[in-house]
């Protein structure tokens, strides 16, 4: 295992706006090989293609400026 990705889940009150957040974590010695920005497209496209939904967001630390840069050019 080099780390994990998530598709946040969609509280039933909020599921009309078919909406969500996701996050990725990957061990140190996985990071910056292209491994982030693959879990990062595989995401968007389950999101988008077969759970159906609008939009998608991600939310990382302010002090993350390689998480910043990856998602911008994503």
Same mark, same amino acid.
């Given at each position: 295992?080099?780390?994990? !990705?998530?598709?946040?889940?969609? %509280?039933?009150?909020?599921?009309?706006?078919?909406?969500?957040? $996701?996050?990725?974590?990957? @061990?140190?010695?996985? !990071?910056?090989?292209?491994?982030? %920005?693959?879990?990062?497209?595989?995401?968007?496209?389950?999101? $988008?293609?077969?759970?159906? @939904?609008?939009?998608?967001?991600?939310?990382?630390?302010?002090?993350?400026?390689?998480?910043?840069?990856?998602?911008?050019?994503?």
């Amino acid at each position: 295992m080099i780390g994990s !990705q998530k598709l946040f889940a969609i %509280s039933p009150e909020e599921s009309h706006h078919r909406q969500t957040d $996701f996050g990725i974590h990957l @061990l140190p010695e996985y !990071q910056g090989k292209g491994y982030g %920005s693959e879990a990062v497209n595989w995401l968007l496209m389950i999101g $988008f293609q077969h759970a159906g @939904l609008h939009r998608i967001s991600a939310t990382y630390s302010a002090n993350n400026a390689r998480a910043a840069r990856s998602y911008e050019k994503l």
